[in-house]
């Protein structure tokens, strides 16, 4: 199931939404409201977001173009099941038409959960699995405040089962919004604890992606070009929350990710930070940033080229002539001295973790579909490893 | 991972899925979904076509059937209403008209309006009470009733013979009949007519036979007195020298001169004795007997005569007449009896009507025009139905001693007099005999004095005399 890079051209799709870049295309919303025949708009977000005025930005915006809204900001991290069906029943109480987006990944998630259980009258859970969604839900404009998720071009929603304690992933093309308004003047408020961990998400999310058996020339110019953006720009981004050209520059890096990942989907990482957030809720980013050099560990030896280029994005010193083995340690090193730069120096017993807790982590890992896309099919041995080492 | 459709899916599969390329792995578009809604919508909008066009028959169906309907009603309607027979609809509990031909209409005098809504018994058609429950229980054993005959009562009090068939039916949720009733009263009435004559028929028969066996009696027995009396005479003319003897003839001749008297009214009464017409006037007539009469008289009856002056003189047989003056007085007399009565003669001329001299006791009745009458009428007891249709019966007595031959004599001078006997009658209300004689159209008075009518009410004759027919009395 390996991909060789000299392959022959397999047959690969690229989907994405309509892209706005820019500084104050947060603006936008309102037009794109009316664009879309919007009659009401259920405007999602999260308090945070609120409390930062995102959200209010956005409400000016609906406002000058004359189109009612009503807000829905019961969304917490790793947004549940039941948020989901809450805002889908004010979805429909409201006689919402459009739904308008702004916040990180739980909002976005949560909003994109909201529009098919909307236009299927159906529970959020019954859509687990790929290709599952037959009507798309109504359109879906994302305005991101995080440089990282992704989710607002990504055709994944994660939402967490609650009943069962584990995150489901509803893969569909109906999920990719219909229009993301990607703004980095909404990034500059991010704590550096927050810019450190969606920063690592991106990381993760172009390292994977661009690993990913099904990754294709088109994803892969995206995941490289994110990697370099990311190597660059997120410790002075972490360092100077003001930086302009940082925050662009992650902005940019978490977009190109988030294109990559979307396209050819994850790995192991993933698999394993889904497993982790559902039974534990812990932080995303942080988890991944945690496991993704574990991943290296595992899977350099099924894609080792792959790694190399990798290792020449990340600026590993004299990348092209190592030795595999050599390569493979240096790139370890350098995930390893980046994650702490940026800050990110726990383990995962320190997110609170339990030894017990291992059995049911592998379990769901392995039951995870961006295994399905791991440069190599990972046995619950190295998933078990994998953890040990992060815990 | 759960999946919605219970056959798991490969790897391969799931990943090509995941990449896009499954066979649902589209980018979101509504136009599918809008598409599919269309076509529902179309499909939708043909089913409202198909369905209109089905209702739009339907209705068309039920107006064409409500028409036929409305036509079969009316001309149901019709031939129900315009039927000559009597044909109703009756409620069950209590015969009230529900529905009605129009035949009732006319039978019974009164508008539809008048008639629906109510009973028999409301309009009085019942001849007898007991009527509609009689029906009802031929109901309830047979079902139906066929040609049962009815007595009704038309509005005029007039008895309506009708072959009743009577059905149940449910009409408006109400247990109702339709009830059809014929019309037999004229049949009815032939038949009775003919009974009557029949009945007439034996009765003359009878008076023929018996007449003509007392004619032939009398004949030879009258000739038998003649060879019994002349030789009496002759036995007197012998015998004048022995009164013991000449006595004795003498009383023999009374006795075949009485003898030949009775044989005299045999031969009256079967109509065989010659009537000598001679010109009579009534009221000297009468006149005369009455003393006669008063001297007989016992002393608890008063005898009382009335004459009218205007009696004009006429042809008849004065004996004759003089026979029932004396019958019809005595027989007066005798219905009194022991009690304190009056018995009262008056004479007098009126005019009859065809309807008045149909009540004469005689079959051949006189045609209409001015009768001369001599009327005898009684307080005494009167008489019933029976003794009535009777009395002209020859031999036919209710005294202890009569012969039975008075009023048949009566009625066979009356018959060749050619006039009328109208006899009223109750039980213990008196008797009043008017004995009718034609006049000849010469004898009437210019017509002038009839528009002068005096009512001549003799003393003893009591109100029901008003009741009579249109009868004229001339001054």
Known sequence: MTLQADSILEPRKFVAPELVCGMGVADLAGRYAVNYGARKVLLVSDPGVVQKGWTRLVEESLSRSGIPFVLFDGVTPNPKDHEVMAGAECYAREHCDVIVVVGGGSPMDCAKGIGIVGTNGRDILTFEGIDEVPVPGPPLVCIPTTAGTGADVSQFAIIADTARKVKVAIVSKYLIPDVSLVDPKTTFTMAPELTAATGMDALTHAIEAFVSTASSPITDLHALEAIRLIRRSLPSAVESPQCGQSRSDMMLGSLFAGLAFSNASLGMVHAMAHSLGGLLDLPHGECNAILLEQSVHVNFDASPEKYRSIAIAFGVPEARDLDDATLKARLIGALVDFRERVGIRLRLRDLGLRREDLPTLIRHAMKDPCLLTNPKPASSGEISDCYEKAF | ?475
């Open chain 2, 1 to 475: 991972m759960k999946k919605p459709s219970d056959r798991p899916l490969s790897e391969e599969s799931l990943r090509d899925r995941l990449m896009g390329l499954g066979e649902k792995s589209t980018r979101k578009s509504y136009y599918p979904q809008l598409l599919r809604q269309l076509d529902e919508l179309e499909r939708q909008r043909e089913e409202l076509v198909e369905k209109n066009r089905v209702m739009t028959e339907i209705l068309l169906d039920l107006d064409r059937e409500r028409r036929r309907a409305t036509e079969s009603e009316a001309k149901l309607s019709k031939i129900f209403r315009s039927s000559s027979q009597l044909i109703a609809v009756l409620t069950l509990a209590d015969a009230r008209f529900m529905e009605i031909s129009d035949s009732w209409i006319s039978f019974l005098g009164r508008f539809r309006d008048e008639i629906i809504g109510r009973s028999m018994k409301d309009l009085g058609l019942w001849g007898s009470p007991g009527e509609w429950e009689h029906i009802l229980e031929g109901l309830q054993a047979e079902g139906e009733i066929q040609g049962m005959e009815i007595q009704l009562r038309r509005p005029s009090a007039e008895t309506f013979y009708g072959l009743l068939s009577v059905t149940p039916m449910e009409l408006d949720r109400v247990q109702c009949v339709v009830m059809e009733i014929t019309d037999i009263t004229a049949r009815k009435r032939a038949e009775e007519e003919r009974l009557e004559l029949e009945r007439r028929l034996l009765h003359h028969q009878k008076l023929e036979s018996l007449g003509m066996l007392a004619g032939g009696i009398a004949h030879d027995f009258n000739n038998l007195l003649m060879a019994i009396q002349g030789n009496l005479e002759l036995a007197m003319y012998g015998s004048s020298h022995i009164p013991s003897v000449e006595g004795r003839l003498h009383r023999a001749i009374g006795a075949t001169q009485r003898a030949a008297e009775l044989v005299k009214q045999i031969l009256t009464c079967s109509g065989e004795s010659p009537t000598r017409f001679a010109p009579v006037q009534v009221n000297d007539l009468v006149a005369e007997n009455m003393k006669l009469l008063e001297a007989g008289m016992l002393s608890n009856i008063t005898l009382q005569f009335l004459p009218d002056g205007d009696v004009p003189v006429i042809r008849a047989d004065a004996g004759q007449l003089q026979q029932i003056l004396i019958n019809l007085v005595l027989n007066g007399c005798e219905a009194i009896g022991d009690a304190v009565g009056r018995v009262t003669v008056s004479t007098g001329r009126m005019e009859c009507s065809d309807g008045y001299l149909k009540q004469s006791r005689l079959d051949e009745k006189p045609e209409a025009g001015h009768f001369l009458f001599i009327e005898v009428s009684d307080t005494g007891s009167g008489m019933g139905e029976s003794t009535l249709n009777r009395i002209f019966d020859p031999f036919f007595t209710t005294k202890f001693i009569g012969r039975g031959l008075g009023m048949s004599a009566v009625l066979g001078i009356i018959r060749n007099h050619r006039g009328a006997i109208i006899i009223e009658s109750a039980r213990d209300c008196g008797t009043t005999v008017r004995v009718l004689l034609p006049l000849p159209r010469s004898s009437h008075p210019g017509e002038a004095s009839y528009s002068s009518i005096h009512r001549h009410r003799p003393h003893g004759t009591d109100d029901r005399s008003l009741d009579r027919p249109r009868c004229e009395r001339n001054r």
